[in-house]
């Protein structure tokens, strides 16, 4: 691919071709209207995580560009050059150098330090004793939805599964409002992960995982179990609807107007059968 001819280095034109298609590929997948991106925040917890995450970011982008830029000055300033002979001249050690490359990453530590501590605080505290009680089941390989304040006529929570077009559960959710996601697991290991509104937790057999997230805007949020969990795991999507407060009661108000059990079997093995075999059409 290159070679050195007289004391300079020849490179293959196939290497920029390399780098602009590379850089081609990269660029296509920067795009900030795709549905799970991360970068498009639309609730409180993905903002704050976004902000975390440029934070610590761009200063190391800095750093990074400094010290590549220092290394390839020294790869062409001091290579070999014809009818030199021998080492150059060697220089061990530079107190100030030293000192200095060992105290100004400790400032840039501990500035980031502050606000990336104050932010896991802040996004690790318990839910909102206003917010909406809802707790999620994982099983392979859908999503059960039950929340708690809503009852049908024999005070079962209400229930929802599958109910998108391909194996997908909906999570609807009012607007503005913070909501408490209770996770649990009735087999394997899950990952609930809904990117434009909170980062991942896993959902974990035998344990209750808690977290909590809010919309800002109404619209569907894509979202999928991150955690490989069998055969079917790249069908286990989940969609978060966030809607105003009246849509909201009113589409309660439709679930809880017919029987929730009817299409779901009893418990959650009739739910994972169910939902088995609507995999399998």
Same mark, same amino acid.
């Given at each position: 691919?290159?070679?050195?001819?007289?004391?300079?280095?020849?490179?293959?034109?196939?290497?920029?071709?390399?780098?602009?298609?590379?850089?081609?590929?990269?660029?296509?997948?920067?795009?900030?209207?795709?549905?799970?991106?991360?970068?498009?925040?639309?609730?409180?917890?993905?903002?704050?995580?976004?902000?975390?995450? $440029?934070?610590?970011?761009?200063?190391?982008?800095?750093?990074?560009?400094?010290?590549?830029?220092?290394?390839?000055?020294?790869?062409?300033?001091?290579?070999?050059r014809?009818?030199?002979?021998?080492?150059p001249?060697?220089?061990?050690? $530079?107190?100030?150098?030293e000192?200095?490359?060992?105290?100004?990453?400790?400032?840039?530590?501990? +500035?980031?330090?502050?606000?990336?501590?104050?932010?896991?605080?802040?996004?690790?505290?318990?839910?909102?004793?206003?917010?909406?009680?809802?707790? %999620?089941?994982?099983?392979? *390989?859908? *999503?059960?939805?039950?929340?708690?304040?809503?009852?049908?006529?024999?005070?079962?929570?209400?229930?929802?599964?599958?109910?998108?077009?391909?194996?997908?559960?909906?999570?609807? &959710?009012? %607007?503005?409002?913070?909501?408490a %996601?209770?996770?649990?697991?009735?087999?394997?290991?899950?990952?609930? *992960?809904?990117?434009?509104?909170?980062?991942?937790?896993?959902?974990?057999?035998?344990?209750?995982? &808690?977290? *909590?997230f809010?919309? &800002?805007?109404?619209?569907?949020?894509?979202?999928?179990? +991150?955690?490989?969990?069998?055969?079917?795991?790249?069908?286990?999507?989940?969609?978060? &609807?966030?809607q105003?407060?009246?849509?909201?009661?009113?589409?309660?108000?439709?679930?809880?107007?017919?029987?929730?059990?009817? $299409?779901?079997g009893?418990?959650?093995e009739?739910?994972?059968?169910? $939902?088995?075999?609507?995999?399998?059409?």
């Amino acid at each position: 691919m290159r070679s050195v001819e007289s004391g300079r280095l020849a490179v293959s034109p196939w290497l920029g071709i390399g780098l602009l298609v590379g850089l081609v590929i990269i660029l296509a997948g920067c795009g900030v209207d795709t549905p799970q991106n991360t970068f498009a925040a639309e609730g409180d917890v993905a903002e704050k995580q976004k902000d975390l995450f $440029n934070l610590t970011l761009w200063p190391a982008i800095a750093i990074f560009i400094l010290v590549e830029g220092l290394l390839v000055y020294a790869l062409v300033r001091f290579r070999h050059r014809p009818g030199n002979e021998g080492l150059p001249k060697q220089v061990h050690g $530079n107190t100030k150098l030293e000192i200095t490359w060992t105290i100004l990453p400790a400032i840039l530590m501990l +500035a980031l330090a502050v606000p990336t501590i104050a932010g896991i605080i802040d996004l690790g505290r318990p839910p909102a004793k206003d917010a909406l009680q809802v707790t %999620v089941t994982g099983f392979q *390989w859908n *999503w059960i939805i039950e929340y708690e304040e809503y009852t049908d006529a024999d005070g079962n929570p209400l229930r929802v599964i599958g109910t998108c077009s391909t194996n997908c559960a909906e999570l609807h &959710v009012p %607007v503005g409002r913070e909501v408490a %996601v209770y996770l649990e697991s009735s087999d394997v290991l899950h990952s609930f *992960w809904i990117p434009r509104l909170a980062g991942k937790l896993d959902a974990v057999p035998g344990r209750t995982n &808690v977290t *909590w997230f809010n919309a &800002v805007n109404p619209g569907t949020y894509q979202g999928q179990c +991150a955690e490989f969990c069998g055969l079917g795991h790249a069908e286990m999507r989940i969609s978060v &609807v966030a809607q105003s407060q009246e849509e909201f009661e009113a589409w309660v108000q439709e679930q809880l107007g017919g029987d929730l059990t009817t $299409n779901a079997g009893d418990g959650e093995e009739g739910l994972a059968e169910a $939902n088995t075999a609507r995999s399998k059409e």
